[in-house]
């Protein structure tokens, strides 16, 4: 038997699920409200709300499957769908079936676009949460990253070629997630880190980079000095990043000119508001207009008058923001909270490293969709490509919203399956 059934009722979190429900209502609400001004004349089976409602209505059929899956046959399928994953990111480097702002990123089927960068993140998740539940990392031990750095390099380059920098960087989270729950500290993870800080904060676009980037050397060198590492590890960190900060310039080059736009944008919006910086602008008029309580549902001149871009993708909090104010937005990052915390409640639940590495892995893809995304919105962070879990518009990603959300419940239900 591939499947179980799960007889103790008592595993079931309600709570957990009746959020999640909470929030897909909310997404498809949010959907049908942006793209309600462009779906005039469009029959409902061709609308994208409608489309939402089909994308998770399939994912709960896959959920559900996965939920009761055994954990031995998840985990004998790891490397098989690592291998399919990275088979189908080079397929759609060559093969791009649809091409969107200059990223090919999908594989069209007719009936349906995959998204393989979307799939590859659960077989990647699966990948390294079971090579780490069998192997420990151990900072002081570099052999013990090589194949883990192996498995991320793989698809973390195929993505970044696509170019899509943002969903590359997912896999970042994923690594310097279950790293830390496979044993290394928050010290280990800062060090890991820390060339990219020294890249980004030694940067001339950066206002008083130089100052900002001897404060955060001299931080450092606090940390080092703490966790009082061997000289040799001390000495290696050190200079890596004495060098990635004189060769900053050089990786500012390597990234794709509108990769380099939006990190200008960023910086200053109001330096192109009719072009690069008009997104960010427009999103947080919507957000700034919807004041304490919004304009209410299907309301909002920044969402019906189409100056807000992407409003049921990218900038779908946008106008949860205009309609619904700023206890809308509370109110949604509340339910984001419970649905997190009730997730994580798992890892509790269980001691294997398998069980926790899943759990945490999924839980870490959910919380950087949502902090980029949101943060993006608000104009804290360059505008990317990454979608808000379970509310903004998306095939790929609906369903790979809801297959971790079958990973986790497989996880609650069946952890007891693996003694750790």
Excluded at 28 to 55: H, R
Excluded at 115 to 124: L, N, V
Excluded at 196 to 220: D, T
Aim: aromatic share 16%; charged share 10%; glycine share 8%.
């Amino acid at each position: 038997m591939f499947f179980l059934k799960s007889g103790n009722t008592a595993k079931i979190d309600w709570v957990f699920i009746a959020v999640l429900l909470v929030i897909m209502g909310c997404g498809i609400a949010l959907v049908y409200s942006a793209s309600a001004p462009s779906s005039e004349g469009v029959p409902f089976y061709g609308t994208y709300w409608f489309k939402q409602i089909i994308y998770f209505a399939c994912g709960l059929v896959f959920a559900a499957a996965i939920s009761l899956l055994k954990i031995s046959i998840l985990r004998y399928l790891t490397f098989p769908l690592y291998l399919v994953s990275l088979v189908l990111l080079v397929v759609v480097l060559f093969f791009a079936g649809d091409v969107v702002k200059g990223a090919g990123r999908w594989i069209d089927l007719g009936f349906f676009k995959l998204q393989p960068s979307e799939f590859s993140k659960i077989a990647y998740l699966l990948m390294i949460s079971s090579w780490l539940s069998k192997h420990p990392v151990d900072f002081l031990k570099l052999k013990t990253f090589f194949v883990p750095g192996i498995m991320f390099l793989v698809p973390f380059v195929l993505v970044l070629r696509q170019p899509d920098l943002s969903t590359a960087l997912v896999f970042t989270m994923v690594t310097l997630t279950c790293f830390f729950f496979a044993g290394l500290k928050l010290s280990d993870l800062f060090f890991f880190m820390s060339p990219l800080a020294s890249v980004v904060l030694s940067h001339s676009l950066v206002s008083y980079s130089q100052f900002l980037w001897g404060g955060f050397i001299c931080l450092l060198a606090f940390v080092l000095f703490k966790r009082r590492l061997p000289i040799a590890y001390t000495v290696i960190i050190f200079l890596v990043n004495i060098l990635a900060g004189y060769t900053s310039s050089m990786v500012w080059n390597h990234l794709e000119p509108h990769q380099q736009k939006r990190v200008e944008t960023f910086i200053n919006p109001l330096s192109d508001p009719k072009g690069d910086g008009y997104q960010v602008l427009q999103s947080m008029t919507a957000i700034g207009s919807g004041g304490l309580s919004g304009k209410g549902f299907g309301e909002g001149s920044q969402t019906n008058l189409n100056f807000l871009p992407e409003e049921h993708t990218d900038f779908i909090f946008s106008v949860l923001g205009e309609q619904f104010g700023f206890v809308g937005c509370v109110g949604i990052l509340f339910l984001y909270f419970l649905f997190l915390w009730r997730a994580m409640a798992i890892c509790r639940m269980y001691t294997h490293p398998f069980v926790i590495l899943v759990t945490a892995g999924a839980c870490s893809i959910f919380v950087f969709h949502i902090i980029v995304n949101i943060a993006m919105t608000i104009g804290l962070m360059p505008v990317t490509g990454l979608p808000l879990p379970l509310l903004s518009y998306g095939g790929s990603f609906a369903m790979t919203c809801m297959i971790l959300v079958g990973l986790l419940l497989n996880m609650r239900f069946h952890g007891d399956q693996l003694k750790g």
